[in-house]
């Protein structure tokens, strides 16, 4: 079984910054892409970023675009998610997920694991 344990989430003002940190664990013996996504109560959960593998190739959500980084340490089976210029609509709960598959996918049934979320609030 494969775990993740996201951390970094809080409450921040508008135009500030949190970094989050997802760190998997576990029997993990294949490559793998990461993916943020996030997710209001009652609503569906919206696709935010994902890396592939060597952290080379990347894909943004067109509302995060620009404000928004994703990275990984693989050294340390990690990834994170910088977030600057924060808006009050960036606040729901974000998750990270583990994808097996060798393509940057945007769709949340094609992630292999979750894990458990960290709220994001961003209010004066």
């Known amino acids: 079984q494969v775990q993740l344990v996201e951390s970094g989430g809080g409450l921040v003002q508008p135009g500030g910054s949190l970094r989050l940190s997802c760190a998997a664990s576990?029997?993990?013996?294949?490559?793998?892409?990461m993916g943020w996504f996030r997710q209001a109560s009652g609503k569906e959960r919206d696709f935010v970023a994902v890396?592939?593998?060597?952290?080379?190739?990347?894909l943004y959500a067109e509302s995060v675009k620009g404000r928004f980084t994703i990275s990984r340490d693989n050294a340390k089976n990690t990834v994170y998610l910088q977030m600057n210029n924060l808006k009050p609509e960036d606040t729901d709960v974000y998750y990270c997920?583990?994808?097996?598959?060798?393509?940057?996918?945007?769709?949340?049934?094609?992630?292999?694991?979750w894990g458990q979320g960290t709220q994001v609030t961003v209010s004066s």
């Open positions: 997920a583990l994808d097996f598959g060798l393509e940057l996918r945007t769709e949340p049934s094609y992630y292999n694991y």
């Open positions: 576990g029997r993990i013996f294949r490559t793998y892409a």
């Open positions: 890396v592939d593998w060597s952290g080379g190739s990347t």
